[in-house]
């Protein structure tokens, strides 16, 4: 069974970084493209970023709203992917799902918070 | 980008109903669309794929079509556990967008 589980959500200050991490497990880690979505609180969802995997070089991609603050970067040995947040702003306070990158997004962990506030 | 709409926002429906939400996108995007069904406090659950390819597990009631810019979800008979908000998404561009939702509640 697939499974990934986010964690490292917090109540962070406006400025300030934050790691988030998905512990995948039930697959080959290492095949897939990963992907990072947020929904803000009441709000839709919003594609963050992706992690291609190592055939294609572990090339990324990103948002526009989080490009140059972001990072999406992965650890095929521990089966992790992780999101680095660096210059949170208040707007980026939403819940973040990992997802797996195939057949459309075929699976999801159960999200982590991060509020971005002063 | 790729603009995403869908009609109606929200719908009241009965168990038994049939249901049709529509996507479209602003720009021709072939068959790289899927469908997500969101519970209140869940994580989005994928329903279809390709546009109307049905993931694993997902019943039969749910199938997908169109291509191009313009594409439907239907639901052939309502369930109770069918009441959720449905999302469509793009994967044709970067950056991937999502539609802004559609309420499936009861009438």
């Known amino acids: 069974e697939v499974q990934l589980v986010e964690s490292g959500g917090d109540l962070v200050q406006p400025g300030g970084s934050l790691r988030l991490s998905c512990a995948a497990s039930g697959f080959t880690f290492s095949d897939y493209f990963m992907d990072w979505v947020r929904q803000a609180p009441g709000k839709g969802l919003e594609w963050v970023g992706r992690?291609?995997?190592?055939?294609?070089?572990?090339?990324?991609e990103y948002a526009a709203s989080v490009k140059g603050r972001f990072t999406v970067s992965r650890d095929d040995s521990n089966n992790s992917l992780y999101l680095h947040m660096n210059s949170l702003k208040t707007e980026d306070t939403a819940v973040y799902y990992c997802?797996?990158?195939?057949?459309?997004?075929?699976?999801w962990g159960q999200g982590t918070l991060v509020t971005v506030s002063s | 980008d790729i603009q995403m709409t869908q009609s109606p926002s929200s719908l009241s429906a009965s168990v038994g109903d049939r249901v049709i939400i529509t996507c479209r996108a602003s720009?021709?995007?072939?068959?790289?669309l899927t469908w997500f069904q969101q519970k209140p406090g869940k994580a989005p659950k994928s329903l279809i794929y390709d546009a109307s390819s049905l993931q694993s597990g997902v019943p039969s009631r749910f199938s997908g079509s169109g291509s191009g810019t313009d594409f439907t979800l239907t639901i052939s008979s309502l369930k109770p556990d069918d009441f959720a908000t449905y999302y469509c998404q793009q994967y044709h561009n970067y950056p991937y967008t999502f539609g802004p939702g559609t309420k499936v509640d009861v009438k």
């Open positions: 720009q021709g995007i072939g068959y790289s």
């Open positions: 997802v797996r990158g195939r057949k459309g997004f075929d699976s």
């Open positions: 992690n291609r995997n190592k055939a294609n070089s572990y090339t990324t």
